[in-house]
């Protein structure tokens, strides 16, 4: 194509310079003819035309002749007033009349032109021959042979075309040098296949379920698969913008920059948890592979969660098998009473616990986690207890999200206080206005100063890795949740000089009325029906209990 190319260009080039070239010799023998006509047409050669006769020895004829031998004109015409010849190159055609229109020169007007006459085409010029009174006698008329001309330019020729096949041969190593340039920068495939190629490429791009950002030296954005734009919330607008215009500054951008370094980075954006990995590139640039990890994660903490919960219930499953041996033990040995005030004991420790939960917590969705939580504190030897400031409503906007900061807080106080000499967590849930408060102290080692920004940033992490993946994800999904609420999170230390974490939500309770939020408080186990009727029951009461 770039040899087809080159070539055209030539034969064009050398078809445009040698149409003005004939043109141009052509002209230059027509003013050359006209100028040997001028200085042929002497006074002198006008005074032998009037005072002598048209003859092949006449005087007129051997200054014609002279003249034409030296200039190297085809030919050199005289001619009187009548139009009649003086001169000839052919003594035969002396005496005669011109074959051409000599009308103009005579009428004392010079001419050019490219003619033919009795001895072919020639390039002509014609002029009107004077006496020393300036009175036209006559014409001279001067040709210069047409095929010299033509001569001259194929002599021209050769040389044109030896330019030409050297711009040619340049022109042919140029398009040799490219053409191998290219195929080197596309491996060389051909233009179908790279094509394709592209074709294939963004299908398959736009398919694959994995996010893909490529970025160019700059740090502009030059590419964002349809994943990719699901995952960090933007459009297909940001292309071509600066990574930190389209993402803002945080984690994410950082990862994504290279200005956190590794493998298998975590971030958090949105409420997704993302893992990433960076790939730098030749030109400078980067692609950027991003895998949603939100549900992988849900589903270790749900995994935590069971095997916490698992745990609590074979601990309990061996406490039980205890008070059934010991109750069984009191029986046999007819200790009836004492089996009594130990069952009621037993029944009544479990029974506070989940009561005092409900009765300050009126959410169902937090009240069961703390629940399962105080047992699970239980086991582990760590005391969980409600502040006595705690109320809460059942009028959340969002009881999920509470449940996830609720349940990574309290784990990480779990994890803190376990193995202190006095281990305890209490959690603190109250309202002001339509804001929660939600507050959760430990007695554990607490949490240096210069850390309390750094545990909130994902992947960060001082406990061992656990079985199902990566940690440093809780309180960054904390602090993300109450910022997506327009809150915060913040740390500081306890009483007990561990950690206490403090968490503002404002506007987390839906509008409602004061008579639909006592119905949902949910009624001691022995409190009477409001729809019944009968008194409250006494020590009686309470012994009937004991024995059913």
Known sequence: MQLTIVTGVIALATGLFLAPLSAQ???????????IAETTASPELAE????????????????????????????IVIMDWRGVRWSHTSPAQIGRIVSTDPSEA??????MEIDSGTLGRSARGKVPLRDEDGRIVGAVSVGI???????????AIPGL?????????????????ISRRLQRQTHDLAFSDISALLAEREAMLHGIREGVVALDAAGRVRLLNDEAQRLLGVGPEATGRPLDEVLGEGRTSDVLAGRVSGDDLLTVRGSRVLVANRMPTDDGGAVVTLRDRTELEQLGRELDSTRGLIDALRAQDHEHANRLHTL???LELEMHEEAVEFVTEVVGVHRATAEQVTEKIHDPLLAALLVGKATVAAERGVSLRIAPATLLPDRLVDPRGLVTMVGNLVDNALDAAAGTPDPRIEVELHTVGSTVILRVADSGPGVPAEHRELIFTEGWTTKELPAHGKRGLGLPLVRRFAERQGGSATVRESAAKGAEFVVVLPDALAETGPDEDLRRIPRPLDAPDPGETGAPAGAGGAREVRQA
């Open 25 to 35: 010799l052509d002209d230059q023998a027509m003013r050359r003819a006209l100028a």
């Open 145 to 155: 042979e047409y095929d010299s001309v033509r001569a001259r330019l194929l002599a």
């Open 48 to 75: 032998d035309v009037t005072g002598s006769r048209p003859t092949a020895d006449g005087p007129v004829q051997a200054e014609a002749e002279r003249i034409r031998q030296a200039t190297g004109a085809e030919y």
């Open 106 to 111: 005579l009428a004392g007007r010079d001419v």
């Open 328 to 330: 069984l033990g009191l």
């Open 161 to 177: 075309l030896a330019y030409a096949g050297g711009a040619l041969a340049v022109g042919a190593l140029a398009a040799y040098l």
